[in-house]
C-alpha cells in the first residue's frame, strides 16, 4: 500500500506508461525467455560447436574451419542438398496447384461439399510414422498397392523403395496424399471473396475463366503466396519418410539434408559437423525465403483494407 | 493462350450444367483416389498373414482376422505407450494452454513500446524450421542430464506454448470487444484479473482449436521421442513404438501387424478431427486469412 501511494505521488501519465510496459513485458516474458533459452542460445550453441570437432564423449577440439572444409569436399552433402532441392521443387508446385484447383471445384456449391472436404483433409492429419508405415507396404514391390494398381492397367510393376530414380518419384507421391491441408486453407481463402466482386465481374461481361483469372486469383494471392512460403520451409523438413521408409537409399537417392543432419549428430556423434548443417540449414531457408519474398511477393495483391 | 480457345474454354465453363457434372465427377474421382490408402490400411489390417502375401490383393479379407489388433496390441507394450504419450500430452496442454494464451494477452490487448518488434520475432519464429536448433538442444539437453526424461518435449512448451500458438490465440483475442476489459479496468481490475476472469472463459473456442492442435501435434511427434526417449523402451511414445515395431519380428515383415498398429495409431486422430471438426475449420480460418 505504501509502494501505491508512492506511485500517485508521480507525474501520472509517466508511471502509468511505465506500468503498461512493465505489465506488457510481464505477459509476454514466456515467450521472450524461451526465445532466449531454447532458440537463441541453442543457436550460438551451434555457431560455437562449428569450430570444433566434438563426439560429446571426448573434451571438444578446436579444429578452426575444418567443419567447413569437410563440408565444400563432402560428396554426401551435396547429394543431401540436391535431394531436398528434388523433393522441394516437385512436391511444392504440384502440391500448391493441385490444392488450388480442388479448392477451386470445392468452391463451387455443389453437393456433399462436407464429405468430399473431410475426405482430402483426412490423410493431412495421419501421424507421420503410421503414414510411413502404411506407404512403406503401399510402395511394396511384390504385394503393395501402387504396383497392383498399376498391374491391374497393364503396367509393369516398379521396384518404387529399390530403384534411386523411383524412390523419389514415389516419396513425393506420398508427400501429396496430405495435400487437404494446403487446401482447406485455399478453402477458407475462397470463401472470405465477397460474392458482390464475382456479381460485378458478371455485370462487366466476364465468364467463369474471366473472373478466376482477374478476381480470384488476384484475391487469393496473398494466400497462394502464404501457402508458397508455408510449403517451401515445410519440405525442407522432410525427415521421417527418409528415415523409416527408404533410411536415405537406394544409394542415397532420399538422403534429404535434415536426415543427413540427424546421421551427423545422432549416430555418428560429429556433433561440430551435424551445427555446422544445421546453420547451413538455416542460412538456406532465410535465403530461400528471402528471395521468394523479393521475387514472388511484388505480385501478391493486397485488397486495400480500411481497417 | 489466343483468343479463340479462351472464347471456346469460357464458353464451357459458363455452361451451368456441364460445370456441375465436371466438378462432381472430378471431385468424386479424386476423393477415392485420396480415401484408397485407408481402405487399404484397413483391409490389410484384418488380413491373415498369408492372405496378405496373396496376389492380387483382395479388398475384402478372406477370413477376417480381428486377432491382429490383439496381437499387435500385445506383442509391444502398446499400452504403455499410450500411457507415456498421454502424460506428455497431458503436461503439454497445461503448458500451452497457459503459457501462450498468457503472451498472447500481452501482444493483443496491452499497448507497450517494444510490442510490434517482439511480435515481428515472433512471426519470424513461426517461420523457422525448429529442425535447425535440434542438434544444439540436444547437446544442451543431454549436459543437463535431460536425455531419456520426457523434459525435453513438455518444459519448452511452458515457455510460451509455440509461436503459432501465441499468434493464434492473439488473433482471437484482438477480435473481442474491448468494453468489458474497460469496464473491469475502471473498477480497478488489473490486467492478470482481466486475462484470467474476462479473456480466458471468452477464448474458449479458441483455446479448444489449440488444444486440438496440441494434441495432434504431440501424438504424431516423431523426432522429439526419437532424439530423446529412443534408448528406453520403457518411455516409448506410441509414435516410437510403432516405429520400432516394424523391427520387431527377426527376418520378416509382419505386414497384418503393422497394419493394425497403424490403424490403432490413426483411429485416436481422425476420432478428434470428427468431434472437433469445427475447431479445425475455426483455426485455419484464424490462422491463414486474418492477419
Request: charged fraction near 10%; aromatic fraction near 18%.
Amino acid at each position: 500500500m505504501a509502494v501505491q501511494a508512492h506511485r500517485t505521488r508521480l507525474p501520472w501519465p509517466r508511471t502509468r506508461r511505465a506500468r503498461r510496459a512493465l505489465t506488457g513485458y510481464l505477459f509476454i516474458s514466456p515467450f521472450i525467455l524461451g526465445f532466449f533459452l531454447f532458440f537463441v542460445g541453442p543457436a550460438l550453441v551451434a555457431a560455437w560447436l562449428t569450430m570444433f570437432d566434438w563426439n560429446m564423449i571426448r573434451p571438444p577440439y578446436f579444429i578452426g574451419l575444418g567443419n567447413f572444409t569437410k563440408m565444400f569436399n563432402d560428396d554426401l552433402f551435396y547429394q543431401s542438398l540436391k535431394v531436398t532441392a528434388y523433393f522441394s521443387l516437385v512436391s511444392v508446385p504440384v502440391g500448391l496447384v493441385l490444392s488450388f484447383f480442388l479448392a477451386l471445384l470445392m468452391n463451387f456449391k455443389t453437393r456433399s461439399i462436407a464429405l468430399f472436404r473431410t475426405i482430402y483433409y483426412l490423410p493431412s492429419i495421419v501421424p507421420a510414422v503410421a503414414n510411413a508405415v502404411l506407404w512403406s507396404f503401399i510402395l511394396n514391390t511384390e504385394f503393395g498397392l501402387l504396383n497392383a494398381l498399376l498391374d491391374s492397367i497393364g503396367l509393369p510393376k516398379i521396384a518404387w523403395l529399390q530403384e534411386p530414380e523411383w524412390a523419389m518419384p514415389a516419396i513425393i507421391l506420398m508427400s501429396l496424399w496430405a495435400l487437404g491441408a494446403t487446401m482447406v486453407i485455399y478453402l477458407a481463402g475462397l470463401q472470405g471473396i465477397p460474392r458482390s466482386l464475382y456479381e460485378a465481374a458478371e455485370i462487366d461481361g466476364a465468364g467463369r475463366w474471366a473472373s478466376l483469372i482477374n478476381v480470384t486469383i488476384p484475391l487469393m494471392s496473398p494466400v497462394i503466396f502464404f501457402n508458397l512460403i508455408i510449403g517451401i520451409i515445410g519440405s525442407f523438413q522432410i525427415f521421417t519418410a527418409g528415415f523409416l521408409i527408404t533410411g536415405g537409399g537406394p544409394q542415397h537417392a532420399t538422403l534429404f539434408y535434415v536426415l543427413y543432419i540427424y546421421r551427423n549428430g545422432l549416430q555418428y556423434f560429429d556433433m561440430g559437423y551435424a551445427s555446422l548443417l544445421a546453420w547451413v540449414l538455416f542460412f538456406l531457408i532465410f535465403a530461400l525465403t528471402l528471395i521468394v519474398f523479393k521475387y514472388v511477393g511484388r505480385y501478391v495483391y493486397y485488397e486495400d483494407v480500411g481497417s | 493462350m489466343n483468343a479463340p480457345t479462351r472464347a471456346t474454354a469460357s464458353q464451357l465453363l459458363d455452361n451451368d450444367r456441364f460445370w456441375r457434372i465436371f466438378v462432381w465427377t472430378v471431385l468424386l474421382a479424386g476423393a477415392c483416389v485420396m480415401f484408397l490408402p485407408f481402405l487399404w490400411l484397413l483391409s490389410s489390417s484384418l488380413k491373415t498373414e498369408l492372405a496378405i502375401f496373396r496376389y492380387p490383393p483382395d479388398w475384402i479379407p478372406d477370413p477376417i482376422q480381428f486377432s491382429n489388433y490383439i496381437d499387435a496390441w500385445t506383442t509391444r507394450p502398446f499400452a504403455l505407450y499410450v500411457r507415456n504419450t498421454l502424460v506428455i500430452l497431458l503436461l503439454n496442454e497445461i503448458a500451452v494452454l497457459v503459457s501462450a494464451s498468457f503472451c498472447a494477452y500481452g501482444f493483443a490487448r496491452i499497448d507497450f513500446p517494444g510490442r510490434n518488434v517482439w511480435f515481428a520475432i515472433l512471426l519470424a519464429t513461426v517461420m523457422l524450421p525448429g529442425i535447425v536448433t535440434m542438434i544444439p538442444q540436444f547437446v544442451i539437453f543431454s549436459r543437463i542430464g535431460w536425455v531419456n526424461t520426457i523434459l525435453p518435449l513438455t518444459v519448452p512448451f511452458f515457455f510460451g506454448g509455440g509461436a503459432f500458438n501465441i499468434f493464434l490465440l492473439r488473433q482471437f483475442f484482438r477480435t473481442l470487444p474491448s468494453e468489458l476489459a474497460d469496464a473491469a479496468y475502471i473498477d480497478g481490475a488489473s490486467e492478470i484479473i482481466i486475462y484470467w476472469r474476462i479473456m480466458l472463459p471468452l477464448a474458449k473456442p479458441a483455446l479448444a482449436t489449440i488444444a486440438i492442435f496440441t494434441f495432434i501435434g504431440t501424438w504424431n511427434d516423431f523426432m522429439g521421442p526419437l532424439l530423446y526417449l529412443a534408448k528406453d523402451p520403457n518411455k516409448f511414445t506410441v509414435a516410437l513404438g510403432l516405429a520400432m515395431f516394424r523391427t520387431a519380428f527377426a527376418g520378416r515383415t509382419r505386414w497384418d501387424l503393422l497394419m493394425a498398429a497403424s490403424t490403432m495409431m490413426i483411429v485416436p486422430v481422425i476420432f478428434v478431427f470428427f468431434v472437433a471438426q469445427r475447431y479445425f475449420i475455426q483455426g485455419i480460418a484464424i490462422s491463414g486469412l486474418k492477419g
